[in-house]
Structure formats: structure tokens, C-alpha cells
């Protein structure tokens, strides 16, 4: 059976920011309550260089984050170590550098994805909007599914 790793990330104290972190809670809760042991879950304010070694752990990788771009509610997305570039700063991680780090230190490439969640307000405020909301319901929807399916 994989073992599937699901990492949010985002400002939880920045409204739509918080999207990723509050989809990890309800998916960890879920798994919980239906005894689904092979997935594990983690939330941070952003992605880490130490991240490589924790996804080195783990046949299968969705990173789930909170998305100013144009899309619909949510997007998944494959990601690749080939995209990784060299970050400016430290602050700006990305999934493909961390899968990149990843390999190139131990010599490990889990399957990895990145769940990209449309959010619309970014101050420094809570609760987030009812439309990211909605959208965060989706998402939850999707990838429960993919989860049991494992066809992420």
C-alpha cells in the first residue's frame, strides 16, 4: 500500500491564505474517523529546504496550497523536480525545489502533486471568505475521492 504524505501550507491569520492548513485538518480528521492509516498529514506557514528529507519518507506527496491565479475552484497539478529553479530566498520554497532537494540528496522522487486552491483575500484577518469557503469544500470533495481511489 503507498504511503501518502498530504502537506498544506499558508498564513493561517491571512484569510484565504489559511485554505491548504484548514484542508489538512478536515482530511486528517476524516482519516481518522475512517481508519485510514497510510496517509499522513502536516501544515506549516510555508515550505522548507528540510521538507526533502520528510517527502523522502513517502511513495506519493500532494502539497496543497491557497492560489491567487486564475482558476476555477481548485487545480491539480503534477509537479516535477526538472521545473525546480534556483530561489531568490529562502522564504519562497517552492514544491519542485523541494522535490528537486529531495533527489538530489537521497536519491528519492516520490510521486508529487500540488492541489492549488483559489483564494481571494489576503489580509491580515480571519475568518477566510465564503467563497474560498466553498471552494475549500470542493477540494475536500476531489480529494477524499483521489485518496481512496489512490489515483491521485
Not at 65 to 90: G, W
Amino acid at each position: 500500500m503507498n504511503k501518502i504524505l498530504f502537506y498544506g501550507y499558508g498564513n493561517p491569520g491571512r484569510q484565504d491564505d489559511s485554505l491548504a492548513n484548514a484542508l489538512v485538518e478536515k482530511l486528517h480528521k476524516w482519516a481518522k474517523e475512517n481508519n485510514i492509516e497510510n496517509i499522513d498529514f502536516d501544515s506549516n506557514y510555508q515550505l522548507n529546504i528540510e521538507d526533502a528529507e520528510l517527502i523522502s519518507h513517502y511513495d506519493k506527496v500532494i502539497f496543497a496550497d491557497a492560489s491567487m491565479e486564475e482558476i476555477d475552484d481548485f487545480f491539480l497539478s503534477k509537479v516535477s523536480p526538472n521545473e525546480a529553479k534556483v530561489e531568490f530566498s529562502m522564504h519562497a520554497v517552492s514544491p519542485s525545489y523541494v522535490l528537486d532537494l529531495c533527489n538530489k540528496i537521497y536519491n528519492k522522487i516520490p510521486e508529487t502533486y500540488l492541489l492549488h486552491i483559489k483564494g481571494y483575500q489576503w489580509e491580515f484577518m480571519c475568518p477566510m471568505t465564503e467563497k474560498a469557503e466553498k471552494n475549500l469544500f470542493a477540494a475536500f470533495s476531489y480529494i477524499k475521492y483521489k485518496l481512496l481511489t489512490y489515483s491521485v
